[in-house]
C-alpha cells in the first residue's frame, strides 16, 4: 500500500517529522542521534502494530454521492452518513416526467419513507472526481400508494456500459431489496439510466455512488475450473450477491468502514450440528503488509465457524443459491484465532464438491504468527454451478484427533458476462442472444467454415515453414496438430537467444545469464550440490543474499529439453507448501536453466543412508513422509486433470532448514487427460521405484506414484538403497527383501538400528500395512496417496501417544508396573466401510487401509477407490 494513501503511515510520518523538526542543536553527537533514532524507529513499530491489530485504518471516498430519491429533508441514520433530499439531487436528474411517492409508516430506514417513480425514461448523472472503482447501491422498497403499485413495476437499469438490471420486478417482497455493485469506471461521467418497460414504470428510493479502494479487487485470482491463475478480473463489474460474517452478528455501515453489510451464517448452513462458532477479541487480529483492514474489517476476522466436536468428524456446509447463467468471484476469509500453537491448522476447501484449496496451512501463510487475516479469490465457472454455490471446509484427515477446519467470511460477487451485462444476456444497447433460428444456423455455419479454413491455412503454413530437418525429429502426423496445443507453445528452439522478455510469461522470473553467472560464481565446481539427468545443481545467491538453488541443464540434449519444458510448465501452475517452488529461469542463447528455492537440508536419502549424517528419529521421518504424501496427493486430487510424477523417491523428496519435506524434479511429470484414467506411454523412472503394472503395460496411472512412494516408506523404515547390487542376491531389491521378513512377521529384524527401539509397535505396524499395500502387484489393488496420507498420520499419532505415555510413566516411577500399555487417543480400529456406498463419499473423505492382515503378505486390497 502507498504511504500516501494510508493514513496510519501519513499521520505517523508527520508526528515523527515534528519531533526531528524540535530537534535543538544539542543533540550533535553521532552516538546520540543513533539512540535517538533507533527510539523514535521502536515508537513507529509499537504504533504501527497497534494500528495492525486494531484494523483501525479509515478510507475517505473522493466521490461519495448518497440520494434519498424523493425525500423532502435529510433522513437521519445510525451511520451518521447523510443522505441528500430530492431538490438537492435535482441537477443530477434529468427525465420528462417523475412523480415523488411518500408513507408515513414504520419502515426498515428512513430512507424507504420515499421514492422517485418514473412513468418514462430517467437519468441520472454524476462527474466523478476520480476513476476506478466505486460502489453502486440501489435501493428498492415497495410502498403502498394509490396512484403506483410499486409491486408491479418492470424496468431496467444500466450504469455505463454495464447493463444492471433486466426486466427486472420487485414483486411482493414486503422487505427491502438492495442491489450492490462494484463497477470499475474509466469515463469521468457516470451515467445511471432506468428504463420502463411498455405499459410500466421504474422506481428507486435511493442511490450511493461511492469510491472504492483500486486495491479491493486485483486482477489475479485462482480458477477452480483448472486449479490455475485466472487473470482479467479487473475488466469485470460485478454484482454483490452475498457477503456473510462466519460465526459472528450482523456488521452494518456503521461497523465497516466501506458501508458494507455482512450478515450471519446460520441460514446457508446445511447441517448446524456439524459446526460451532468461536471468536476472541477484535484488537487480537493483526493484519499483515499484504492485506488490507480494508479488505474486511477485523470484526469479521475475529469470528469464525468451525468443525463441531461430533465424534465422526465431517466438513462444515454452506449452500448459497445463484444466477447460474454466470461466473462468479468467491473471496474466502480465514484467520486462525482458535489455535493454541503454530502448525495445528491444516485444512482443505471445497467448492461443489472440487478442490479449491488443498491443505491450506494459514501458519505458513501468516509468517508464523496466528490472528493473522488472509483471503483467496476464486473464479467458479457457470459450468460448475449445477444446484448453485456449495462451500465446504474440512480437515486433510477426518479422523485425526486434532482436525479442524474453519472459515471467518464470505463474499459471492457475480461476473459481468461477455455482453457486460449482470442480469440476463441483454448488453446496454439491447444485444443479446436473441437471433432467431434460422439466424442462428446461417451464423454457426459461417464459423464453423472460417475456422475450417483458419485452421487449413495454418496447418499448409507449419508445413511450409517446417526446419530442414523436420524429419529426423518429428512425423508428419506432428505437424498437423493446432498451432498451440495445451501448454506446449514455449518456444524452446535453441539458439532462440534472448527474445520477448514474455517469451515464457507467468512462469516465474526470467533471469539472464548473466545474473545466474554472478550468483554462482560462473557455475563454480565448488558450488555444486547435486547431479541430475538433466544437469548440475548449484548453489546461487541472488539480490540481497537470497539463496536459491540453480539447476543448468545439458543444452546438447533433447532429453533435456523436454525436461526444461516440463518443469515449467508443471511448476509455474502449481504452489503447495510441500511442493519446491519454481522461482525463475533462464533461456538464453543454448542454455536451459531453472531457479528453485534453497532446500538447505537436502534430499531425504541424504539423511537415511549414505551421508553419515545424525540419524532423524521416528517421529521425523513420519512427519518427512507425512508432508512427501502431502505434496503428491495434490497433485493427484488439486488439479482439473490431475498429476503424475513418474518419478517418486527419496533423492526427488528435499528437506528445507525446518526438515518441512517438498517433492522436487517434475521433469518426468504427465498430465492425466480428463475422462481418462491412464496414459500409454514409454516407460520412464528409476530402478527399484518402477512400477510392474507400469513396466508390463506401459500404462501410465497415479497408482504408479503410489507404489514408487511404498518404496520410499521401505527405505524410511530400514535405512537403506531399493537398489544395493553390493548385497546378496536375495537382498538386492528391498522391496522384496522387506516382504520377505514381513511374511516371517520379523520385520522388526530389518528396521534400521538407530530407532528400532523408539518406534511404538502399533506406530510400525500401521506404517508397515500402509507401505504393503502401497507395494501390490496391481495398481487397483493400492490405496490413493489420500487414504496412504490417513495412515501415516495416524502412525504418527500412535507415536505420539506412545511418546507421551512413556514420559508419563517416567515421571512416575511407582507406577511404572501398572502401565502396560499407552493411553491412545484414537481409536485404533478402522472405521466400518459399507463398499456400496464407495461413490457417495464427499469431498476429503478417506478410508482407513485395513490393519488386520499382518499374517497376509502384501494380499489384494479391495474396496479402495483414487480420488
Known amino acids: 500500500m502507498e504511504i500516501e494513501k494510508n493514513p496510519r503511515n501519513s499521520e505517523t510520518g508527520r508526528f515523527l517529522s515534528s519531533i526531528l523538526s524540535s530537534l535543538s542543536p544539542p543533540f550533535s553527537s553521532s552516538s546520540t542521534m543513533t539512540i535517538l533514532l533507533v527510539l523514535l524507529l521502536l515508537f513507529f513499530n509499537v504504533f504501527e502494530s497497534c494500528s495492525a491489530v486494531s484494523g483501525a485504518v479509515s478510507f475517505t471516498p473522493e466521490d461519495n454521492i448518497l440520494i434519498d430519491c424523493g425525500a423532502g429533508s435529510r433522513p437521519e441514520l445510525p451511520d451518521g452518513r447523510e443522505f441528500k433530499t430530492d431538490k438537492e439531487a435535482s441537477d443530477y436528474l434529468k427525465t420528462k416526467n417523475d412523480v415523488r411517492v411518500s408513507v408515513s409508516a414504520h419502515v426498515p430506514s428512513p430512507i424507504y419513507l420515499n421514492a422517485k417513480v418514473f412513468p418514462e425514461e430517467a437519468t441520472y448523472s454524476f462527474s466523478l472526481k476520480r476513476p476506478g472503482y466505486h460502489w453502486v447501491r440501489l435501493h ?30 420487485i414483486n411482493n417482497n414486503s422487505i427491502p431489496i438492495l442491489k450492490e455493485y462494484l463497477l470499475n469506471m474509466t469515463d469521468p461521467t457516470f451515467t445511471l439510466k432506468f428504463e420502463p418497460m411498455n405499459n410500466s414504470f421504474a422506481f428507486i428510493n435511493a442511490i450511493e455512488v461511492v469510491s472504492a479502494p483500486d486495491s479491493l479487487i486485483a486482477d489475479e485470482g485462482t480458477s477452480l475450473l483448472s ?16 457477503r456473510v460474517n462466519m460465526g459472528g452478528p450482523l456488521i452494518t455501515s456503521k461497523n465497516d ?39 474486511a474489517p477485523a470484526i469479521v476476522y475475529s469470528t469464525l465457524t468451525e468443525m463441531a466436536d461430533v465424534h465422526v468428524p465431517a466438513n462444515v456446509s454452506w449452500k448459497f443459491d445463484v444466477d447460474k447463467a454466470f461466473d462468479y468471484l468467491l473471496r474466502l476469509h480465514f484467520c486462525d484465532i482458535v489455535s493454541k500453537a503454530l502448525n495445528d491448522l491444516y485444512f482443505n476447501v471445497y467448492i ?91 451464423v454457426i455455419g459461417f464459423a464453423m467454415a472460417l475456422g475450417a479454413f483458419v485452421g487449413l491455412g495454418a496447418m499448409v503454413y507449419k508445413w511450409r515453414k517446417r526446419p530442414q ?47 545466474l553467472q554472478e550468483a554462482t560464481n560462473n557455475f563454480d565446481s565448488s558450488a555444486i550440490i547435486g547431479v541430475g539427468g538433466f544437469g548440475n545443481v548449484y548453489l546461487g545467491t541472488i539480490g540481497e543474499g537470497t539463496r536459491v538453488a540453480v539447476k543448468r541443464g545439458n543444452p546438447q540434449s533433447e532429453q533435456g529439453i523436454n525436461e526444461f519444458q516440463t518443469e515449467l510448465q508443471m511448476l509455474s501452475k502449481l504452489r503447495h507448501r510441500h511442493l519446491v517452488s519454481l522461482i525463475g529461469y533462464c533461456k538464453e542463447n543454448d542454455e536451459m536453466i531453472l531457479v528453485y528455492e534453497y532446500m538447505s537440508n537436502g534430499p531425504y536419502r541424504d539423511h537415511l543412508y549414505g551421508k553419515n549424517l545424525p540419524p532423524l528419529s521416528w517421529k521425523q521421518r513420519l512427519q518427512i513422509c507425512i508432508g512427501a504424501a502431502r505434496g503428491l496427493h495434490y497433485l493427484h486430487t488439486g488439479t482439473a486433470q490431475g498429476i503424475i510424477h513418474r518419478d517418486v523417491k527419496t533423492t526427488n523428496i528435499l528437506l528445507d532448514d525446518a526438515f518441512v519435506a517438498k517433492v522436487a524434479d517434475f521433469g518426468l511429470s504427465k498430465d492425466t487427460p480428463m475422462g481418462q484414467t491412464h496414459i500409454s506411454t514409454a516407460v520412464k523412472g528409476s530402478f527399484g521405484y518402477l512400477d510392474p503394472e507400469y513396466f508390463r503395460s506401459q500404462q501410465l496411472t497415479e497408482k504408479s506414484d503410489v507404489y514408487s512412494f511404498g518404496v520410499v516408506l521401505l527405505e524410511t523404515l530400514c535405512a537403506r538403497p531399493a537398489i544395493n547390487p553390493q548385497l546378496p542376491r536375495e537382498q538386492v531389491n528391498l522391496a522384496d527383501w522387506a516382504r520377505q521378513w514381513k511374511r516371517k512377521g520379523l520385520l522388526e529384524k530389518v ?48 507415536q505420539e501417544a506412545f511418546t507421551e505415555g512413556k514420559m508419563e510413566d517416567e515421571s512416575k516411577p511407582s507406577e511404572a508396573s501398572t502401565a502396560s500399555q499407552p493411553s491412545i487417543l484414537v481409536s485404533s480400529a478402522s472405521p466400518p466401510i459399507d463398499n456400496n456406498q464407495e461413490d457417495n463419499k464427499g469431498p476429503g473423505e478417506v478410508q482407513a487401509i485395513d490393519d488386520h492382515s499382518e499374517n497376509a503378505m502384501f494380499a489384494q486390497f479391495q474396496s479402495l477407490n483414487g480420488r
Request: proline fraction near 4%; aromatic fraction near 8%; include cysteine.
Open 140 to 169: 428498492f422498497f415497495a410502498l403502498k400508494d394509490n396512484r403506483y403499485d410499486l409491486r408491479r413495476s418492470t424496468f431496467s437499469v444500466t450504469a455505463n456500459r454495464y447493463a444492471l438490471l433486466h426486466n427486472f420486478k
Open 352 to 442: 461443489n464438491a472440487k478442490m479449491a484449496i488443498s491443505g491450506l496451512d494459514l501458519s505458513s501463510l501468516s509468517g508464523s504468527r496466528l490472528a493473522v487475516p488472509y483471503y483467496k479469490d476464486i473464479v467458479v465457472n457457470a459450468s460448475f454451478l449445477g444446484d448453485g454455490i456449495k462451500v465446504q471446509v474440512g480437515p486433510l484427515n477426518h479422523i485425526n484427533w486434532k482436525s479442524n477446519a474453519i472459515l471467518n467470511g464470505l463474499e459471492v460477487m457475480k461476473m459481468s458476462n461477455s455482453a457486460d451485462s449482470l442480469d440476463g444476456e441483454h448488453g446496454v444497447v439491447g444485444g443479446g442472444s436473441e437471433l432467431s433460428h434460422n439466424d442462428t444456423v446461417i
Open 257 to 295: 468502514t466501506l458501508g458494507r453489510t455482512w450478515i450471519p451464517d446460520a441460514a446457508f448452513l446445511e447441517d448446524k450440528n456439524l459446526a460451532k462458532e468461536a471468536s476472541t477479541s477484535v484488537n487480537s487480529i493483526r493484519y499483515p503488509l499484504a492485506v488490507t483492514p480494508l479488505i
Open 751 to 798: 528396521v534400521d538400528p538407530h530407532i528400532a527401539g523408539s518406534i511404538n509397535p502399533e506406530s510400525m505396524k500401521k506404517f508397515a500395512n500402509a507401505a504393503e499395500k502401497c507395494l501390490a502387484e496391481d495398481g487397483v489393488d493400492r490405496p490413493s496417496m489420500g487414504d496412504v496420507l490417513w495412515n501415516l498420520e495416524y502412525a504418527l499419532q500412535l
Open 469 to 515: 530437418d523436420w524429419h529426423k525429429r518429428n512425423s508428419f502426423s506432428n505437424w498437423l496438430l493446432p498451432l498451440h496445443v495445451g501448454h506446449n507453445n514455449i518456444p524452446l528452439n535453441k539458439g532462440s537467444g534472448s527474445q520477448k522478455s514474455n517469451l515464457c510469461s507467468g512462469l516465474g522470473r526470467r533471469f539472464t545469464l548473466a545474473e
Open 227 to 242: 486449479v490455475d491463475r485466472f487473470s482479467g478480473l479487473t475488466g469485470h463489474g460485478y454484482q454483490v450477491v452475498y
